[in-house]
């Protein structure tokens, strides 16, 4: 089984934001999803923030922005599932995600013939209200009880190896304001299970790997910045 993923594309009509270069990833990711088809991947995966916005842009434009990027994903007719981001909250709400993109908000399992998929989304504050509601806050992400709870459960139903993907970061080695507020609970629920194969995580812009109790945990590289284009096939068989 093959899977492509990427992360971070921020896809706005900015031409450019600190390292950002947000207006070259609708190019990029028509470049990496060519490549995904070439590939004959099975499932596609965005670890978050889909898209971003100029200082103020109305939200029109974003929603705008939004359904193009979606349509360039969707015209190369391979299943996609976004792990939203803290900017994927930021004008569009989720039940929008699902209604007019069709983009099922976590957590929820993806079950396939070996793997077992678990999207989870951290994307609250610490009043424990979504970002879409409460406001985002970047640096303030945390994981809900109740989703704590159904990872645990997927987990312990599972019989397949799982790949846990999520756009926050549940690794405590990269910078502590990119990671969830209760990641060493989580952390320690994957580790128990001894069935999670790898982590694959979005949200820090520059990407990192740890090994956590024998768990690979992946922080992908930001598509958006600079001229790179980083997007990734894993044969996971």
């Excluded at 070996?114 to 989870?120: A, S």
């Excluded at 989703?147 to 997927?154: H, M, W």
């Excluded at 599972?158 to 304001?177: A, F, Q």
């Amino acid at each position: 089984m093959k899977i492509g993923v990427f992360s971070d594309p921020h896809f706005c009509n900015a031409t450019q934001f600190d390292t950002r270069r947000p207006s070259l990833s609708y190019g990029k990711l028509q470049t990496a999803m060519t490549e995904f088809k070439k590939q004959n991947v099975d499932i596609v995966f965005c670890l978050g923030d889909l898209t971003d916005h100029e200082a103020g842009e109305e939200r029109e434009s974003v929603y705008n922005n939004f359904k193009k990027i979606t349509e360039l994903i969707y015209s190369f007719g391979i299943p996609f599932y976004l792990v939203p981001g803290n900017h994927d909250y930021l004008m569009l709400s989720a039940s929008e995600l699902q209604s007019d993109f069709n983009l099922r908000t976590p957590p929820y399992v993806i079950e396939c013939e070996k793997y077992c998929f678990i999207l989870l989304d951290a994307n609250y504050r610490s009043n424990m209200v979504r970002f879409d509601t409460a406001g985002v806050q970047w640096d303030d992400s945390n994981l809900p009880r109740e989703q704590v709870d159904f990872l645990k459960n997927a987990l312990d139903v599972s019989k397949k190896e799982c790949i846990v993907l999520v756009h926050e970061n549940l690794d405590p080695c990269v910078d502590k304001n990119h990671i969830i507020k209760n990641a060493t609970e989580v952390r320690r629920v994957i580790s128990h299970s001894k069935k999670v194969k790898l982590v694959i995580q979005g949200h820090y812009h520059w990407g990192a790997k740890s090994v956590i109790d024998g768990v690979t945990y992946l922080t992908l590289p930001a598509m958006c910045e600079g001229e790179n284009n980083p997007y990734f096939v894993f044969d996971l068989d």
